[in-house]
């Protein structure tokens, strides 16, 4: 059974919300504070977190800030219509998504779902693209899916599940572009909707845990326009 952390301080939200994941089969865990919710959660892991952004003493921005520095869980942003700046800066800080409210409970069903079983893979073995399980190297990158890790020039980089894939699907094949539905398949699963805004926000935050290893970081190049492409060293290097 997976365990579901819900902090909102809507009691409304985290009634109804609580009720429907728990017939779904879920353990649901509730928080009206997001200064409560960061003391249980930093003593017990659930595997997903759904966060409101707006709340009073920690808001869910500064609480996934906090999360972050422990936990690489998947985490869900709740936000209003009107919080386009929070949601980007909740993604640029670690969030996997974002659903904005008033929300249909069975969307947020099927985005946990989604997140949830992306984790699993990740935990029970890794994705195995093509039917192989090995460890991928691109110069200086290492990609272990079995065990969730990440290196670069032998310096470990703490990703999350999405960050992971992203990664994953971009080195899997240097040199070739990826566009941003073809990244959100890769990431969500098919028929997910994401904003792309989503996908940029991810790239962003990878980019940022590399540099922070590495400052002289490029490997992952932007085509306006078009996507995004890991750089093929062997044409730079000819």
């Known amino acids: 059974m997976s365990k579901i952390a819900l902090v909102d301080d809507d009691r409304n939200i985290l009634t109804s919300v609580s009720m429907a994941l728990e017939e779904e089969g879920y353990e649901?865990?509730?928080y009206s504070d997001g200064s409560e919710a960061l003391h249980a959660l930093t003593k017990e892991e659930p595997d997903l977190a759904v966060?409101?952004?707006?709340m009073p003493r920690m808001d869910g921005l500064e609480l996934l800030t906090h999360l972050r520095k422990k936990t690489e869980m998947p985490v869900i942003f709740l936000t209003s219509k009107d919080d386009e700046v929070d949601e980007l800066t909740g993604l640029r800080l670690g969030a996997d998504d974002y659903i904005k409210k008033p929300f249909s409970q069975r969307l947020l069903i099927e985005r946990i779902r989604t997140l949830l079983r992306r984790s699993e893979i990740m935990r029970a073995g890794g994705i195995r693209p093509n039917g192989s399980d090995d460890v991928l190297q691109r110069g200086d990158l290492v990609l272990d899916p079995s065990r969730h890790m990440c290196s670069w020039k032998g310096q470990h980089v703490n990703l999350t599940v999405t960050e992971f894939l992203l990664i994953q699907?971009?080195?899997?094949?240097?040199?070739?572009?990826?566009?941003r539905d073809q990244l959100i398949d890769a990431a969500y699963g098919e028929h997910i909707y994401v904003d792309d805004r989503t996908i940029d926000s991810h790239i962003k935050r990878l980019r940022k845990k590399f540099r922070e290893t590495d400052k002289e970081f490029k490997e992952i190049e932007t085509l306006y326009g078009v996507g995004y492409r890991y750089r093929d060293s062997a044409t730079v290097a000819g």
């Open 28 to 30: 649901v865990l509730t």
């Open 51 to 54: 966060l409101d952004i707006k």
């Open 169 to 179: 699907a971009l080195a899997k094949h240097p040199g070739h572009v990826k566009n």
